[in-house]
């Protein structure tokens, strides 16, 4: 185990030392991916179809902070939607404004979360996304995950739309886009399925994430997953909706297996070494629990628990800072 983390401690050093590098380097490839699946899911506008385009628009993504590469992203879907015709613009448009007034502008670090939804739906791994989520956004990211769902649905039903314009229906009148898109996801129950699904599954894996118990992590995890594909069986099987089985499954195992993994890169500790510090000052009775980190140094080499008048201080040196910003 020692050897693992010294690799890992390894790879930290050197993402550190070239940070400024690697950075946007990672930024410029997930930049891409994002919109070459925007470009897979509104493939509508011959500006965002060309390669030349996508790689420009990951170039100033890679550059630029995460809510506008979120707002990029957007914006390339709502020119797509209105090379469709005017009324499913007009409709991403208030479905992107709706979301901004709603969470995002409030909440905008989960910004990556409204990028990796669809970008995984549409990789047929979407279900891996409500652990991640909870696990490296906690409670705020359900409704960005939500908002996720709803954009790869309104693809699919702005894709359906585009097929019928210029068409006429039984009665000789004109095809109507917008009339079309708003039946379409107001009747779309599978979307509404996956979108209270995942809210509900983000927020009880959060709350479990969080709780003062040992090895409270990876049993949010691994409850968080399969509650994913307890809670899309069962509610597929009441409202009569089809889910591909096989992609609830292996999506949801694989959110297990890549939380896991990213959590003990994140960090990592010891409970066999856990001890608690009891304290008091004049205003409170304090009960710390302190848990070493697994890390660089070997067992014989770790740190001490931190002595009850450092505890004390800590705790209510950031008192004082909560009092001060407030």
Not at 75 to 94: N, R
Not at 271 to 292: C, H, L, M, N, T
Request: proline content about 3%; aromatic content about 12%.
């Amino acid at each position: 185990m020692t050897e693992v983390f010294a690799v890992r401690d390894k790879i930290r050093d050197f993402l550190r030392k070239f940070d400024e590098v690697i950075t946007p380097l990672f930024r410029f490839i997930v930049a891409f991916i994002v919109f070459s699946t925007m470009n897979n899911l509104f493939g509508y506008s011959p500006l965002f179809s060309k390669g030349v385009v996508v790689f420009l628009l990951s170039v100033i993504s890679a550059l630029v902070s995460n809510p506008l590469m979120a707002a990029i992203a957007a914006v390339q879907i709502v020119i797509s939607c209105f090379a469709v015709s005017l009324d499913t613009g007009v409709i991403a448009l208030l479905l992107f404004v709706l979301m901004y007034c709603m969470y995002m502008r409030m909440f905008v670090r989960c910004s990556w979360v409204l990028a990796l939804v669809p970008v995984l739906l549409a990789w047929k791994l979407g279900y891996a996304v409500p652990v991640i989520v909870a696990v490296f956004a906690g409670v705020s990211g359900a409704i960005p995950a939500a908002f996720g769902v709803l954009i790869y649905h309104f693809a699919g039903i702005v894709r359906e739309a585009s097929t019928m314009i210029g068409t006429k229906g039984a009665d000789g009148e004109d095809f109507v886009a917008y009339s079309y898109i708003v039946d379409a996801l107001t009747d779309h129950k599978k979307l509404f399925v996956m979108m209270i699904g995942f809210v509900v599954i983000v927020l009880i894996t959060a709350l479990l994430y969080k709780l003062p118990y040992d090895y409270s992590w990876y049993v949010a995890i691994l409850v968080g997953g399969l509650l994913t594909i307890l809670v899309f069986l069962i509610v597929s099987a009441k409202l009569s909706v089809t889910l591909e089985t096989g992609a609830l499954i292996g999506g949801s195992l694989l959110g297990i297996v890549v939380a896991a993994l990213l959590q003990s890169i994140k960090s990592m500790v010891d409970y066999s070494k856990k001890e608690v510090v009891q304290f008091e000052d004049d205003d409170y009775f304090y009960y710390v629990k302190a848990i070493p980190k697994m890390g660089k140094k070997e067992d014989k080499d770790a740190k001490p628990a931190p002595k009850k008048k450092a505890v004390a201080d800590t705790v209510k040196a950031r008192k004082q800072e909560e009092l001060t910003e407030q």
